[in-house]
């Protein structure tokens, strides 16, 4: 008889897509990306709150902090920025085995559609060609010996997200808001749409949580205070950290030198190391709790 213990609570076990949870027939090396670590998807309900800025920063800093070899992944087809958050220039060459060879700058390797195409090109395409434009970002790249892939993924919770999620090896998801309550709704969605497709929870990130004043130094809380930790912990989520709404991390995003690079000492940035070394030690936890999930099992 098969005995299994399984905690359901969000984001406390391990597992990699729907249709593996749901007991399909699929082998979970098919989802691996070959020579990809980990998988790692920075996700947000809505659009706006900051989940691409959270995405590179997140991405460098476990680069150059955490001294990884990470991999960041533009997966919003519809809107890619990390071209020129990142300052990508040109467009990825091609390996001998006919893979693109990701573009790399300030220690990341990094694909995006927005270095397929021109600058201001929008992208008008339906379902199946964004499917296929994603399952070539992914398995079409040669992406070497990678410790971490960041995923910024699409804002929302439709087609895009569920596949890329499905397809791939997700070892969790991080999960990125504002303080407000309409941003909060959408990234409770965000969750449960994860925990659906059985991809466990990193944690909870809430982006422009205050203002600093840069002549007082009083924190204003514009969007409100603590909501982002008090949801996570109704949740029964971990909560990662704080960003600031700060000037520093705007001009970054638009020069394409990410905070964390252009002022490595500065607060905003420390909280950003922060939150690597928390992503680190989460996936630690899940990589144990798999470990002892699979000792538990009793055939």
Same mark, same amino acid.
């Given at each position: @008889?098969?005995?299994?213990?399984?905690?359901?609570?969000?984001?406390?076990?391990?597992?990699?897509?729907?249709?593996?949870?749901?007991?399909?027939?699929?082998?979970?090396? !098919?989802?691996?990306?070959?020579?990809?670590?980990?998988?790692?998807?920075?996700?947000?309900?809505?659009?706006?709150?900051?989940?691409?800025? #959270?995405?590179?920063?997140?991405?460098?800093? =476990?680069?150059? /902090?955490?001294?990884?070899?990470?991999?960041?992944?533009?997966?919003?087809?519809?809107?890619?920025?990390?071209? #020129?958050?990142?300052?990508?220039?040109?467009?990825?060459?091609?390996?001998?085995?006919?893979?693109?060879?990701?573009?790399?700058?300030?220690?990341?390797?990094?694909?995006?559609?927005?270095?397929?195409?021109?600058?201001?090109?929008? &992208?008008?395409?339906?379902?199946?060609?964004?499917?296929?434009?994603?399952?070539?970002? #992914?398995?079409?790249?040669?992406?070497?010996?990678?410790?971490?892939?960041?995923?910024?993924?699409?804002?929302? /919770?439709?087609?895009?997200?569920?596949?890329?999620?499905?397809?791939?090896?997700?070892?969790?998801?991080?999960?990125?808001? #504002?303080?407000?309550?309409?941003?909060?709704?959408?990234? %409770?969605?965000?969750?449960? @749409?994860?925990?659906?497709?059985?991809?466990?929870?990193?944690?909870?990130?809430?982006?422009?949580?205050?203002?600093?004043?840069?002549?007082?130094? !009083?924190?204003?809380? &514009?969007?409100?205070?603590?909501?982002?930790?008090? /949801?996570?912990?109704?949740?029964?989520?971990?909560?990662?950290?704080?960003?600031? =709404?700060?000037?520093?991390?705007?001009?970054?995003?638009?020069?394409?030198?990410?905070?964390?690079?252009?002022?490595?000492?500065?607060?905003?940035?420390?909280?950003?190391?922060?939150?690597?070394?928390?992503?680190?030690?989460?996936? %630690?936890?899940?990589?144990?709790?798999?470990?002892?999930?699979?000792?538990?099992? /009793?055939?």
């Amino acid at each position: @008889m098969n005995r299994f213990i399984i905690n359901k609570k969000l984001g406390a076990f391990r597992a990699y897509a729907a249709a593996a949870a749901a007991g399909a027939n699929i082998n979970n090396n !098919n989802l691996k990306i070959e020579g990809v670590k980990d998988i790692i998807a920075v996700a947000s309900g809505k659009g706006g709150v900051g989940k691409s800025t #959270t995405a590179v920063n997140l991405a460098v800093s =476990l680069a150059n /902090t955490c001294q990884l070899r990470i991999g960041l992944l533009d997966a919003d087809v519809y809107g890619p920025s990390i071209p #020129t958050m990142m300052k990508l220039d040109g467009k990825p060459q091609v390996s001998e085995g006919n893979k693109m060879i990701p573009i790399e700058n300030h220690g990341v390797k990094c694909i995006s559609m927005g270095s397929l195409v021109d600058k201001d090109a929008p &992208i008008v395409w339906r379902g199946p060609m964004v499917m296929k434009a994603l399952e070539q970002l #992914t398995r079409g790249v040669d992406w070497g010996q990678l410790d971490i892939l960041v995923v910024d993924m699409p804002p929302g /919770t439709g087609d895009a997200q569920i596949s890329m999620s499905q397809r791939l090896q997700l070892s969790g998801a991080l999960i990125v808001s #504002t303080p407000q309550d309409v941003a909060l709704m959408d990234a %409770r969605r965000g969750v449960k @749409m994860f925990s659906k497709v059985s991809v466990p929870i990193l944690g909870l990130i809430e982006n422009m949580s205050y203002f600093k004043c840069p002549h007082c130094s !009083n924190p204003s809380y &514009i969007f409100g205070k603590g909501r982002a930790r008090k /949801t996570a912990e109704e949740m029964g989520l971990g909560f990662v950290g704080e960003i600031p =709404l700060e000037e520093e991390i705007r001009s970054g995003s638009d020069e394409g030198v990410p905070v964390v690079v252009s002022q490595p000492n500065s607060a905003v940035s420390k909280a950003y190391c922060d939150v690597a070394h928390k992503v680190i030690s989460r996936l %630690r936890e899940l990589a144990a709790d798999d470990q002892h999930f699979r000792s538990v099992i /009793t055939l």
